[in-house]
């Protein structure tokens, strides 16, 4: 992939997660070029770490309970039309259940000298 095509496809990732709730790309895009001991004191330890060839990858995980019904689960299935659809609506909304949990990842690559070089977020 080229630097150009590499570089769109990282804005368009990052203009989405700053539509979504959590942290914006531009407090991640902060951190480039300081200590990881800082991101450490201001965010805490990591979920988990990681290596990616001589840097580690210090990750932040988030996690969203999400409650209340969804818009699938307010679909009324009687109002279909064709009564082997109906029966095949009412068997999905039955045994469909929405994710209550989502998990939002932040992504910090550290360099030995213990710089923070890149930093990213990763949703599923």
Same mark, same amino acid.
């Given at each position: ?33 300081? =200590? ?9 330890? =990591? ?29 009324? =299935? ?45 949703? =599923?």
């Amino acid at each position: 992939m080229s630097a150009f095509r590499l570089a769109v496809v990282l804005a368009l990732g990052l203009a989405a997660a700053a539509c979504a709730a959590g942290v914006h790309p531009e407090v991640l895009k902060a951190w480039v070029g300081r =200590p990881a001991t800082a991101l450490e004191t201001d965010w805490g330890p =990591p979920t988990r770490e990681t290596q990616d060839g001589d840097v580690r990858v210090l990750i932040y995980e988030e996690v969203e309970r999400r409650s209340g019904r969804t818009a699938f689960d307010d679909q009324d =299935p009687s109002r279909t039309r064709g009564s082997s659809y109906s029966v095949a609506a009412t068997a999905a909304a039955e045994a469909y259940k929405a994710p209550r949990v989502y998990v939002r990842s932040y992504l910090f690559w550290v360099t030995r000298e213990g710089t923070i070089v890149h930093s990213a977020v990763r949703t =599923p």
